[in-house]
Each structure stands twice: as C-alpha cells, then as structure tokens.
C-alpha cells in the first residue's frame, strides 16, 4: 500500500497531538459544566475566558467579541439571519458574490423565501469581487453585505479592505465568511474594518463540530438559539469546552508560527501549479495566481472529467477533491467554476489540491511525477479530446 | 462515493476503450453539461448481424467509464437482438449495483448501445424491430431540492 498523501486540507485538516492533549482533560477529570458553581467548574469556566481571550488575541479584537458556535456553516447562519431578523425595520436587501459557500448562499435563499432580497455579485475571471461593483448594489434598504475572505475552492483573497470601506461609507454591516483564511494568514478584524467574521475549527488543526463568530460590539444581531446565558445570551447550549480549548490552542499553534507555515505552503503550492502548467498541456489554474491563500492549488485539465481523475489519484495514495458534479451529489458542477466564466466541461475537469505546513516536497513530487500519466490515459478514453485532436489535424 | 469492487475493477482497468475505424456503427450519447459523454463503436458482421467487436470512449466519471467498460463486454459476441436486451438495469446488476446518484450513468450506456445500433441500421438501410431514434441528450436528473 502506498503511503497517504493527504492534500485535501481545505476539506478537513488532522488535529494537531497538541490539541489533543489540551483537550483531554476537559473529557475527563474537568468535565465540569462552567455554568456550575463549585470550584472545578469555575476552573473550566476560566480556561474558556482564556481561550476566547486567545481567539480574540489573534483577530485584534476583544473576548467579549468572540462567540463561540458548533462549526463554520452555524457561524455564517448566526450572522447573515442574525444580522436580517434584527435590522428588517431597516430593510431587507443583502449583498453577497455568486462564489460564496453554501453556508452563505443557503442563507440567503433561505432569507429571500422569507421576503429579504439579495443581490449575488459577479467575480471576475479569477473571482475577484470589484468593490467599485458592491458600491453601485448598496441601495438604501441593504443591511448586509456578505463576502468571503478566501474562496474555499479557488483559493482567491477578496479585497476584504476595500470592500469593507464600501460597507461603511453606506454604513451597512460586513459578513466575512473566514473559514479557509483564518489562521492561515493573519487577519486584523479593526484594520480589514470586519463587523463579522466567521471561522471554523477543523479547518486549522482542532476538532469538527467547533468554530466561532466574532460579532463587534455594537452590532444589531440577533439570538442564535435560545436557552441559557452561554455565549452573551446570543447562543444558549452547554459549551464544547474541550472542544473550544482545543480550537483555542490549534489557533495559538498555528499564528505563533504562522509566517513560516505560509512560506513553507507557498513553496509547495508554487511548485505543484509550476510543474503541472508546464508538463500537461491543456491545463489552467483557476484562481488569482497571487492573490491566492498559500495552501491552494486548484487546476483544470481539458476533456477529461474530475472524479475519474480523484480515483486514479486515491489509487497511488492521494487524497484530493474537485469541482466536478460527480463529488458533490448532483448533476451540477461547482457553481465556483461557473462563476469564473468557466463553461460546463471544463468545470468538470477541475483538480483541487490543498496542503498543508507538513506537506513535504517529495510529496509534491509524487503527485507531479504521477499526474501527466492519470491526464493522458483520461484523456486517451476521453471523446471529448478525440474529437479536439481530429480537428486540429 | 461507495463503489462495488467490480465497479472499483473496471474504471480502474477498463475492457474495449478505443476506437474501431471504419466501424459499422458509432453512437454518441450524453452532454457535457451533466459531466458524462459515452462514445461506442460496433463492428458487426452484416451476414450474421453478429457485435464481433465493440469499443468506447467516455468523458465521465467513474460510474460512468466501468459502465462503459460493463456494457461493451456485455454486447461482443451478441447478436443485434440480443444486444438491445442490454438493458441499463442489467449493466447496472453485472457491475453488482451503482450508488443511487450514479444511476443516470447507467442509462448512459444503454444509450449508447441503442444509438450506435441505430447509425448501424441507418448507414444498410433496414429497421431494428424494437429500437427507437436516440436522443442526444440523456434526460437530466435534476435533484435541486435542497431548500
């Protein structure tokens, strides 16, 4: 069996033995609910302020500001409803971009069966938002206006900053979905002027079912469950405490060396999409090529399909995704790839590799060395290139 | 995506992809749009109306490429009659099941089948009881529930 190359990370990422072993403790002898008032439970209760202080450390903002929730689609749910229940005596219209993740868009289709409006911004064809584009759709009612940090599937950075000063000069909040940039690149909450911003746990070495919603103060939210006093009142349920520790101290990890983490990423990221332009013809990367989150690597291959391309790649032992339908469940490939101008077939053919600060360079090399072989019998089978090769001739 | 073993074997090595020249019949199935375009190529013996070879080219996923390969394997050697009782149901069963969003690649193949024979029957001229004029495009499954 060959050994695992694990390039999925913007899927999923390992936890870090580190997180674990803050973690166990609050599974075992600290399991104590901080609500409680004895002792033990005021001392969990103290390791959660200090977590938050962290978290909050990391963003330049306060504890007070940080909300801790069950994962990264809770957080975009929490703000974009939370944000449009609280201000409809304000108005009803939102702005996002047509590449945001579904945690975001389902929001949003979700309000606009309510009544709410949304207006979905177009990217340019490396899924940039304009923000000159955002200034000309902010309109007296909108309230919200919610755009990524890092597009999950692309790799894309959004012009976050120009953006927001779009947001205040029509004073309407800002929503940013972080999931795949925090803690893989720092981000200043006061100096990117974000209201919201949502992040997700297992995206940064800590467990699944933790994440955050950092809301600043002053914003109209509303409850996002009812219950207990947990979380400010704006979130009720007995807290992932070894589960918020952990996020807590995967977060310290990764921005006490988060320089080296994205020059290490960047190295390998630079070298995979280098090799892979250069060696298979009829290939593009999708995605800005600087503006680009250091982890991600993300390129279509013509007349061939992507999960064809998956399967070939688990054969020799690397993990990896796509934009095609065949992954996703429905016939319909990644509404990403379409937003960038990409036509169907060739939306199919897309190859997204994500690594990681472990990811090493003979790791690269496999997945290089192995590549040109996978495209070529792909696309060998394929009709589609059959056709392309017989009118060139 | 829980594919069967014998589904795992042929989109890993897949039997008859290539292409016959100068074939008896050629049919062209599917859209790019859903992700999946099956190409098969006959060769029949026009005295026994025998399939004596048969090859693809599929542009798809792997549910559709080891349907692909299932369906090939299943016509050679078959005569015209009993090749259009390859049906996607039993091209579906040879390659013990198919996850259920997959099935559409199954009909993929049938069609294929279905529309190489029909160019076959076109080019001689004569009428295969039984077989209708292909459609270009399978129907698409849409499954946009999700709100």
Known sequence: ?393 | MAYSEKVKDHYTNPRNVGVIENASGVGTVGNAKCGDIMRMYLDIDDSTGIIKDCKFKTFGCGAAVATSSMATEMVKGKTIEEALKVTNKAVMEALDGLPPVKMHCSLLAEEAIHAALWDYAEKHGIKIEGLKKPVNDIEELEDEDEF
């Open chain 1, 1 to 393: 069996m060959n050994r695992l190359i694990y390039m999925d990370n913007a899927a999923t990422t390992f936890v870090d033995k580190r997180v674990l072993e803050a973690m166990l403790p609050y599974l075992t002898d600290m399991c104590f609910n901080p609500s409680s008032i004895y002792d033990g439970a005021q001392d969990v209760h103290a390791a959660l302020d200090i977590a938050r202080e962290t978290i909050a450390k990391t963003l330049n903002a306060n504890a007070r500001e940080i909300y801790f929730t069950s994962c990264g689609t809770e957080s975009d749910n929490f703000a974009i409803k939370g944000v449009a229940y609280a201000n409809r005596d304000k108005g009803k219209h939102l702005i996002t971009s047509k590449i945001e993740h579904h945690a975001v868009l389902h929001s949003m289709a979700a309000l606009e069966k309510e009544g709410y409006e949304v207006t979905y911004l177009d990217v340019d064809e490396n899924g940039l938002v304009d923000p000159a584009t955002l200034d000309k759709a902010i309109r007296p009612d909108t309230i919200l206006v919610s755009i990524m940090y890092a597009n999950n599937e692309i790799g894309t950075i959004e012009p976050i900053k120009e953006i927001s000063e779009v947001c205040k000069k029509h004073s309407v909040y800002l929503h940013v979905d972080a999931v795949q940039a925090y803690a893989h690149m720092p981000i200043d909450v006061v100096s990117d002027g974000i209201d919201m911003l949502s992040a997700s746990g297992h995206k940064f070495n800590a467990m699944k079912g933790t994440g955050f919603l950092y809301i600043k103060k002053g914003v109209k939210i509303r409850n996002f469950m009812d219950g207990g006093a947990q979380e400010f009142r704006k979130r009720a349920g007995t807290e992932n405490v070894a589960g918020i520790i952990g996020m807590a101290k995967a977060t310290e990890i990764a921005h006490s060396e988060i320089e080296e983490r994205m020059s290490h990423e960047k190295m390998i990221r630079d070298y995979i999409i280098d090799r892979i332009l250069k060696e298979i013809p009829y290939s593009r990367l999708n995605g800005h090529r600087e503006k680009r989150l250091t982890n991600n690597v993300n390129i279509g291959f013509e007349f061939i399909e992507g999960e064809s391309m998956l399967l070939a790649l688990n054969d020799i032992g690397v993990c990896a995704s796509s934009g095609s339908a065949c992954t996703s469940g429905s016939l319909d490939p990644s509404h990403v790839l379409l937003a960038i101008g990409l036509p169907h077939e060739k939306a199919h053919g897309s190859l997204r590799l994500t690594v990681d600060h472990t990811t090493s360079l003979d790791d690269a090399k496999l997945v290089c060395d192995n590549l040109p072989k996978i495209v070529e019998r792909l696309r060998s089978m394929s009709p589609l290139y059959e056709d392309f090769i017989k009118n060139k001739k």
